[in-house]
């Protein structure tokens, strides 16, 4: 079965800083994976998403993810972080062929200090 | 807005009392997800329709839950018999192309906010 782990909980960043959010996957083969955003009370929106080709994923807002299959990671960059940037992040592993289901981890929750 | 959109936002309601929720999803959109997200986790798959025929159900489903998309546009979401258990949000999120094409993008409504007191 599919799973995604996401180890850091919480990471405070000071505005202007660099930002790298962890993402880790199980997965049997070449994944589909996702970074969204969730703003608190929201829904999910699309940050950026990896299929296949380059292994660097460019993203909305300036982000950046890099898939990395042999540490089956898929970690989530911004050279420098606004304070807007503050919200939940979730990476998430699609299934390849059949219904496409997502499963998402636990997610990162980013407080941007001034 | 062409997005997808879900009614209510929010819902509080006691135990035991039946609730229902929509969800319209973008309008060329064909299959249709329904996610259920507690507090300090990630969104867990409930179920999966294309067009109107409920194709996937999770386990977390139990027969409690029921999910209609009876012209394939929007669905509903049914809990009876409420329990404080279900109380968290629910998903919804639509997405084109056909089972099998993978290379599409979920794309997330606002969500319903449960409370069962």
């Known amino acids: 079965a599919q799973s995604v782990t996401q180890p850091d909980i919480h990471i405070t960043v000071s505005e202007g800083a660099s930002l790298e959010l962890r993402c880790n996957y199980s997965?049997?083969?070449?994944?589909?994976l996702f970074w969204y955003v969730q703003s608190p009370g929201q829904g999910l929106q699309l940050l950026l998403k990896?299929?296949?080709?380059?292994?660097l994923v460019q993203g909305i807002k300036g982000f950046e993810a890099e898939f990395k299959r042999s540490q089956s990671s898929f970690n989530l960059r911004k050279p420098s972080v606004h304070w807007s940037d503050a919200a939940e992040y979730f990476c998430?592993?699609?299934?390849?062929?059949?219904?496409?289901?997502?499963?998402f981890g636990k997610g990162t929750m980013l407080l941007v200090s001034p | 807005d062409t997005g997808v959109s879900q009614d209510p936002r929010h819902k509080i309601t006691k135990r035991g009392q039946n609730v229902t929720f929509r969800c319209d999803p973008i309008?060329?959109?064909?299959?249709l997800y329904w996610y259920r997200q507690t507090l300090g986790q990630g969104p867990e798959f409930l179920t999966y329709?294309?067009?109107?025929?409920?194709?996937?159900k999770s386990r977390l489903l139990s027969d409690r839950f029921s999910a209609e998309r009876p012209k394939g546009s929007f669905s509903t979401l049914e809990i009876q018999r409420t329990e404080q258990g279900d109380s968290a949000m629910y998903l919804c999120?639509?997405?084109?192309?056909?089972?099998?094409?993978?290379?599409?993008?979920?794309?997330f409504g606002p969500g319903t906010r449960l409370l069962v007191l």
């Open positions: 997965y049997g083969a070449t994944p589909y």
């Open positions: 309008s060329e959109h064909n299959r």
């Open positions: 998430a592993v699609g299934s390849v062929g059949g219904y496409s289901t997502l499963t």
């Open positions: 999120a639509s997405m084109g192309g056909t089972s099998g094409n993978s290379q599409e993008t979920q794309y």
């Open positions: 990896y299929f296949s080709g380059d292994t």
């Open positions: 329709f294309q067009n109107e025929a409920q194709l996937e």
